[in-house]
Nanobody, 119 residues
Framework: QVQLVESGGGLVQPGGSLRLSCAAS????????MGWFRQAPGKERDFVGS????????NYADSVKGRFTISRDNAKNTMYLQMNSLKPEDTAVYYC????????????WGQGTQVTVSS
């Protein structure tokens, strides 16, 4: 079982930056693929990006490529999402997710943190 807690959300102006964190419980964090998703009001939850167990591979949605960066610190059981050049359309609740060990499917979810991009 994995418990995930996101933090770092808030209100930021367009063009600004924000860093989200996802703290995970348990001793298997370093063995799991991790991901970020987001859900805007009235829309479905969308994939933002993912990072492999050792951080060697990352994938991003086209909408955030070049602006967002995912990283992880396995010693701290924490994953990060650095968001730069934020746009109003990035406004959403951001969720972190963990895959089952040895699986690409995300089975565990945090409760989300709100990011609002507005002037």
């Amino acid at each position: 079982q994995v418990q995930l807690v996101e933090s770092g959300g808030g209100l930021v102006q367009p063009g600004g930056s924000l860093r989200l964190s996802c703290a995970a419980s348990g001793r298997t964090f370093s063995s799991r693929t991790m991901g970020w998703f987001r859900q805007a009001p009235g829309k479905e939850r969308d994939f933002v990006g993912s990072i492999s167990w050792n951080g060697g591979n990352t994938n991003y949605a086209d909408s955030v490529k070049g602006r967002f960066t995912i990283s992880r610190d396995n010693a701290k059981n924490t994953m990060y999402l650095q968001m730069n050049s934020l746009k109003p359309e990035d406004t959403a609740v951001y969720y972190c997710a963990a895959a089952a060990v040895g699986s690409p499917n995300f089975n565990y979810w945090g409760q989300g943190t709100q990011v609002t991009v507005s002037s």
